[in-house]
């Protein structure tokens, strides 16, 4: 049996040049568009990963705790592939969220708590019926799935590569990618801590350290923590350059302003989710322009 570490991607999602980039952000910016997934989003990439590896070895559940993308993600995959998921939900999940991973027929638990209580759900479920653990921190096929995204932008030599950053999954990979290409650009992790619009960064878990760290560290790269205003004046701008992102994914750009860039650095700002999946949110932060 071929192993999931041999797998190829079956895609390679769009970099698109954004213009005007120079004048707003003082460089060279270009968007990698992970909005074209099938669920909308990067997470697509781990859950790939994760389905190679459940066949290989004979798992028929996953579990995973998720503010929303996750869950959307692994349910699809399961549901596309006839396996399994158990969804753990903290109880501030974006309902829009929850509507569409209904879609899929996982089963779900929401629990008091929030995310962290979710996660410590996952790890019990684990141990007691022994399913795969999807969640981040503990999944490496995740990483894999993310390091394809690097190994698709590492051809173009950028010098600064920002990711929106929660458990750091995406960033982690994405450096592993760029590592394995001989790349290394500065790797820039944008955070929202505080944030009430994009719950897919809210409270920076950062559930991958302490590897977070060292792709920062070897990188020279650093941490950057963007306000819900920022996200705003970002999602509009990226909407207006036929980019329809989430205010989570808008977290990228925003992050560009507080951090040192030269003219002819070329800055690729990863977009990981689609903002298609939330009418509502995208409507109200559109119109208050």
């Not at 950028?158 to 999954?169: E, F, L, S």
Request: net charge neutral.
């Amino acid at each position: 049996m071929i192993s999931y570490k041999q797998q190829e991607p079956l895609w390679d999602t769009p970099l698109v040049k954004i213009l005007g980039g120079r004048e707003r952000y003082g460089a060279n910016v270009f968007a990698k568009l992970e909005t074209v997934n099938p669920t909308g989003t990067h997470k697509d990439r781990g859950s790939a990963m994760i389905v190679l590896e459940m066949i290989e070895k004979g798992y028929e559940t996953a579990v995973c705790a998720s503010s929303g993308n996750a869950a959307l993600s692994l349910s699809a995959f399961m549901y596309m592939n006839g396996l399994k998921a158990k969804i753990f939900l903290g109880d501030n999940v974006n309902q829009e969220k929850l509507d569409l991973i209904r879609v899929f027929k996982p089963e779900i638990e929401v629990v008091e708590g929030g995310y962290a209580a979710a996660v410590r759900k996952v790890l019990e479920a684990v141990e007691k019926h022994g399913y795969y653990n999807a969640n981040a921190g503990y999944c490496q096929a995740k990483i894999l799935g993310n390091a394809y995204i690097g190994r698709e932008i590492a051809p173009f030599s950028p010098d600064v590569v920002v990711c929106p950053m929660n458990n750091g999954t995406h960033l982690v990979g994405v450096w592993e990618g760029l590592k394995g290409a001989e790349i290394s650009p500065r790797m820039i992790a944008s955070t929202a801590q505080f944030t009430k619009i994009a719950s897919s960064i809210y409270g920076s878990y950062q559930l991958e350290e302490p590897k977070i760290s060292t792709a920062l560290k070897d990188s020279g790269g650093q941490f950057v923590s963007v306000s819900d205003k920022e996200l705003v004046e970002e999602t509009i701008f990226l909407s207006s350059q036929g980019i329809l992102a989430e205010p989570a994914s808008a977290a990228s750009t925003a992050a560009l302003k507080h951090i040192d860039l030269k003219e002819d650095d070329a800055v690729i700002c990863i977009i990981t989710g689609n903002g298609l999946k939330f009418p509502k949110q995208m409507r109200s932060l559109l119109h208050s322009k």
